[in-house]
């Protein structure tokens, strides 16, 4: 889980750079929290690359399937 930075260069570090890494070392999920934006972005493995991330903010649900039975409010 990454907390998003203050910053350009230090958000597309967390957005971008981060993700790359994680998705590089078959990391199987990765969750982004942005408190600016007040979301909650979730990268997925998906035959050996993040394929289209889940966003949630607000007051949506969020489970996680590769922990099993988390499951969280934003």
Known sequence: MEVVRLGELQRQHDYI???R?????????????DPI?????????QSGTYG????????????SPAQGNLNLTV
């Open 17 to 19: 750079d981060k993700r």
């Open 21 to 33: 890494q994680y998705e590089e070392i078959g990391v199987p999920e990765s969750w982004v929290v």
């Open 37 to 45: 934006l007040g979301t909650v972005t979730v990268f997925f493995m």
């Open 52 to 63: 289209k991330p889940m966003i949630r903010q607000g007051q949506d649900d969020l489970a």
